[in-house]
């Protein structure tokens, strides 16, 4: 069993900056990907960022390209999402996951319970 807990949402003006951070506990999972997904009130729940603990290759949704970075701290077992120029639309829950090598929720197996960013105008 792999426990996820999410950390750093907030309140944030557009333009603005927030980090997240999800800790990881709980059997070894060093073949998993890692991955940030959002969802929005009254949207589906869509991928964000992924990395991979060994290695660490990175991929990330179009949608936030050039202005959020994954990184990850194995010896601390933390994953964290820095988001920069964020916008209104980067609005939503945000959840970290730990799966496989995909932008699809039904690859991933274990779920945070999730943090709340809010950007305002």
């Known amino acids: 069993q792999v426990q996820l807990v999410e950390s750093g949402g907030g309140l944030v003006q557009a333009g603005g900056s927030l980090t997240l951070s999800c800790a990881a506990s709980?059997?070894?999972?060093?073949?998993?990907?890692m991955g940030w997904f959002r969802q929005a009130p009254g949207k589906e729940r869509r991928f964000v960022a992924g990395i991979r603990w060994s290695g660490g290759s990175t991929y990330y949704a179009d949608s936030v390209k050039g202005r959020f970075t994954i990184s990850r701290d194995n010896p601390k077992k933390t994953v964290y999402l820095q988001m920069n120029s964020l916008k209104p639309e980067d609005t939503a829950v945000y959840y970290c996951?730990?799966?496989?090598?995909?932008?699809?929720?039904?690859?991933?197996?274990?779920w945070g319970q999730g943090t709340q960013v809010t950007v305002s105008s």
């Open positions: 996951a730990a799966g496989r090598w995909s932008s699809n929720t039904r690859d991933y197996d274990y």
């Open positions: 709980g059997r070894t999972f060093s073949s998993y990907v």
